[in-house]
């Protein structure tokens, strides 16, 4: 089991190196409360990622945050997801 893991930690570091590996890419979130953090996401055919991401948590609890992708010249993926703001609550 140690080599599978190994396997596995080495696949999670290219991911959040930037490399793209088996179509799936770590993506850097810039801004809102998950500031820093990494995305892993499977890019679509043509090779860009999801649009839009959904996040909650950070300092503002439960509530859902939007981040957007925009390419970057600085992240060695390429992309960035960058915040767009706190999503509107809704009714249930």
């Known amino acids: 089991m140690g080599d599978e893991n190994s396997e ?3 696949l999670i570091r290219r991911w959040v190196a930037g490399e793209t590996v088996n179509n799936a890419v770590g993506i850097k979130v810039v801004g809102g409360p998950v500031d820093g953090q990494t995305k892993i ?3 679509d055919e043509d090779g860009t990622p999801p649009a839009v991401i959904r ?7 439960p509530v ?8 970057s010249t600085d992240a060695r993926a390429g ?4 915040y767009t703001g706190p999503e509107p609550a809704t009714e249930s």
Do not use: F, Q
């Open 64 to 71: 859902r945050h939007a981040y957007e992708a925009g390419r």
């Open 55 to 61: 996040k909650s948590g950070g300092s503002a609890g």
């Open 8 to 10: 596995h930690l080495a």
């Open 79 to 82: 992309w960035i997801y960058a």
């Open 41 to 43: 996401v499977l890019l």
